[in-house]
């Protein structure tokens, strides 16, 4: 089994909050946003890979 700890455990927490965050601002439907997050939370590094590659951004305001 694969453990992660330490500073490295650290850095993907605080991605894998970035990813739920940004998904939960994002402009999709509330079941992507859900089935998004699912993947995020239940596979912390490959699930936010697969995010930051294909996952929905949050919507950026109008400046």
């Known amino acids: 089994m694969f453990e992660v700890g ?3 455990g650290f850095l993907i ?3 894998d909050i970035w990813a739920v ?3 939960i601002g994002s402009n999709r439907t ?3 946003k859900v089935l998004w ?3 995020i939370v239940v596979l ?3 699930g936010w890979l697969i995010w930051l ?3 929905p951004r949050a919507a950026k305001s109008a400046g």
């Open 13 to 15: 927490l605080v991605a």
């Open 21 to 23: 965050v940004s998904t």
């Open 30 to 32: 509330t079941g992507t």
């Open 37 to 39: 997050i699912l993947l």
């Open 6 to 8: 330490g500073i490295f």
């Open 53 to 55: 590659f294909a996952g």
């Open 44 to 46: 912390p590094v490959l």
